[in-house]
C-alpha cells in the first residue's frame, strides 16, 4: 500500500491547513486510518486516527478542540483539518494505515505498517 500525504506548507500561529492522505489503488475502508507527526529531534508521536469501521475517533490532547479527521464519502481521502496552529505543531507530518490495527491501538505507531512519506507544516511566530 502506498500513501501519499499532500497539503504541508508555512503558515503563521493562529492559521489553518488542511492535509490529505489518499492510498494507490485502494481505498481507506476497513483500515484504520492514523496522522502521526515528527518534529525535528523528537520521537514520532500519535496525532489523531479513524478506526477501522470509522465510526470512532481519537485524538492526542494536544491537538483536541484544534484538529479534526474526516474523510470523503468514498473513503479515498483522509484529511487533518488543523486550525489554531502553534509553533510546537511544526512537524513532519504522516499518514498511515492498517487494517488490522484495532481500536484500542489507534495511538501505536508500531501496530501500522504502511506509512506514507510524510508532509512538512511550518508554524512560524
Known amino acids: 500500500v502506498q500513501l501519499q500525504a499532500s497539503g504541508g506548507g508555512l503558515v503563521q500561529a493562529g492559521g489553518s491547513l488542511r492535509l490529505s492522505c489518499t492510498a494507490s489503488?485502494?481505498?481507506?475502508?476497513?483500515?484504520?486510518v492514523a496522522w502521526f507527526r515528527q518534529a525535528p529531534g523528537m520521537d514520532r508521536n500519535f496525532v489523531a486516527a479513524?478506526?477501522?469501521?470509522?465510526?470512532?475517533?481519537y485524538y492526542a490532547d494536544s491537538v483536541k478542540g484544534r484538529f479534526t479527521i474526516s474523510r470523503d464519502n468514498a473513503w479515498t481521502t483522509v484529511y487533518l483539518q488543523m486550525d489554531s496552529l502553534r509553533p510546537d505543531d511544526t512537524a513532519i507530518y504522516y499518514c498511515?494505515?492498517?487494517?488490522?490495527?484495532?481500536?484500542?491501538?489507534?495511538?501505536?505507531?508500531?501496530?501500522?505498517?504502511?506509512w506514507g512519506q510524510g508532509t512538512l507544516v511550518t508554524v512560524s511566530s
Open positions: 498511515t494505515t492498517d487494517p488490522s490495527v484495532i481500536s484500542s491501538n489507534l495511538a501505536s505507531q508500531t501496530a501500522y505498517r504502511y
Open positions: 479513524f478506526s477501522r469501521t470509522g465510526g470512532y475517533t
Open positions: 489503488g485502494r481505498t481507506f475502508r476497513s483500515s484504520a
